[in-house]
């Protein structure tokens, strides 16, 4: 399946401008049930019918990640409740963590051939050529596996890739980085 980066991060408003800035609230009061904050179901449901966006709403994992990250993005203002879900404050860097992990789960993917959500020594080193081209040279390849696989489970899952990802800057080689990250 062929990405349109282009068109995810058209529907990704992450700009600090004034009109992203709106489109932003219209998007977080589609998303929002009525109570000003986002639970993980309604983000994945917003993903879905409102930014209308299958393939990350097809990516779980990258949702998860970016929801639980963007949930302690600071400190709520609605006490214990509001650290939980997701306020409108912390909607942009949702956002841009939505795009980000949905690229590393693409990455993830493609690197995964038996698409059972892990990937093994076999898979890792089938994909040493093309990784290279998003992470760079990747001198010892097994050792490289055991240094991302920390839990030692002999296969790599999503969150060890991520944390892999982030610190050798991944950068898929086919997508659209037209997106605003400051």
């Known amino acids: 399946m ?15 401008t004034a009109e992203a800035k709106e489109k932003r ?12 904050i986002l639970s993980l179901a309604e983000v994945d449901k917003g993903i879905r019918d ?6 990350i709403f097809d990516a779980k994992p990258a949702i998860m990640r970016a929801f639980q990250i963007a949930k302690k993005r600071g400190a709520s203002k609605r ?11 912390e909607f942009r860097f949702f956002l841009l963590s939505l795009r ?3 690229e590393y789960y693409e990455a993830f993917s493609r690197t995964d051939e038996s698409g059972d959500r892990r990937i093994d020594l076999v898979e890792f080193k089938n994909a040493q050529e093309m990784m290279e081209v998003w992470v760079g040279p990747i001198g010892d ?7 991302i696989d920390t839990n030692g489970g002999g296969k790599i899952l999503f969150d060890e890739f991520c944390t ?10 086919d997508d659209d980085d037209n997106i605003v990250l400051e």
């Open 100 to 102: 980000q992990y949905f």
């Open 2 to 16: 062929s990405i349109d980066w282009t068109e995810i991060n058209s529907k990704l408003p992450t700009e600090r």
């Open 79 to 89: 006490g214990d409740l509001g650290d939980d879900y997701i306020e409108l404050n």
């Open 50 to 55: 409102v930014l209308k966006i299958d393939e």
């Open 141 to 147: 390849i097994e050792g490289e596996f055991a240094k």
């Open 25 to 36: 609230r219209e998007l977080f009061r589609a998303m929002d049930m009525g109570n000003g």
């Open 164 to 173: 892999w990802a982030i610190a050798k800057n991944l950068d898929l080689e």
